[in-house]
């Protein structure tokens, strides 16, 4: 399934660099999503955004910096992170808001050194 | 706080027999219960959803089940098959919250 992709599908970072993940959406949906998934939790949804604007952060602290500049595009900025970051990074998509169903992309794995 | 407790967390069956897995939550808010199917190197994708209207929900070999009064629902899989092995989630939202549960890893041997 290609509706959701995710770039890049590995990311290997040190404390002090920063960096962005990209997500993009083919499906004409009005609703981005960022989640965190690592080994001990479960989905963690971070930051929901609904026609461009943001509507939920689940305090996420600051490192973490979303930016959705249309609703085919959203972007995760990160900079100053820690090593508890590492996790795979899964971006979703849907039609309208929260809850109905959601499309994921494949993720992104990153390791923070 | 785990608004959604999901068991068993993990669950071994033979080919051919039947998966289930449960999951409770607590805010009666909740009315849309999706089941997400995830398989390694791969986001999440809808197994199968239900709304609080009805109490079961059959498409192919995957079945919710849900118990309003009890504020469960569980997925059953027929037929279970090497192919379905993957972690399941549950999950639960109001509109405003989505919610996962943690997760059930499936192993179907062959």
């Known amino acids: 399934e290609t509706g959701v992709t995710q770039t890049p599908r590995h990311l290997v970072m040190g404390m002090t660099n920063k960096k962005s993940l990209k997500c993009e959406q083919h499906l004409g949906h009005n609703a981005m999503y960022w989640y965190k998934q690592s080994a001990k939790k479960p989905l963690e949804l971070m930051f929901v955004y609904n026609f461009k604007e943001q509507t939920e952060n689940n305090s996420v602290p600051s490192r973490f910096s979303p930016e959705c500049p249309n609703s085919s595009h959203l972007f995760l900025h990160l900079h100053t992170l820690q090593p508890e970051d590492s996790a795979l990074y899964l971006c979703?998509?849907?039609?309208?808001?929260?809850?109905?169903?959601?499309?994921f992309g494949p993720g992104t794995r990153l390791t923070v050194l | 706080q785990q608004q959604v407790k999901q068991s068993p967390q993990s669950l071994i069956v033979q080919k051919g027999g039947i998966s289930i897995i449960n999951c409770a939550y607590e805010n009666t808010a909740f009315d849309y219960f999706p089941w997400y199917q995830q398989f390694p190197g791969k986001g999440p994708a809808l197994l199968i959803a239900?709304?609080?209207?009805?109490s079961e929900k059959k498409e192919g070999r995957f079945t919710i089940s849900f118990n309003k009064s009890a504020k469960q629902f569980s997925l059953h899989i027929m037929d279970s098959q090497p192919g379905d092995s993957a972690t399941y989630f549950c999950?639960?939202?109001?509109?405003?919250?989505?919610?996962f549960g943690p997760g059930t890893r499936l192993s179907v041997l062959p």
């Open positions: 239900i709304r609080p209207d009805v």
């Open positions: 979703a998509s849907s039609q309208d808001g929260i809850g109905v169903r959601q499309f």
């Open positions: 999950a639960v939202s109001d509109g405003q919250n989505f919610v």
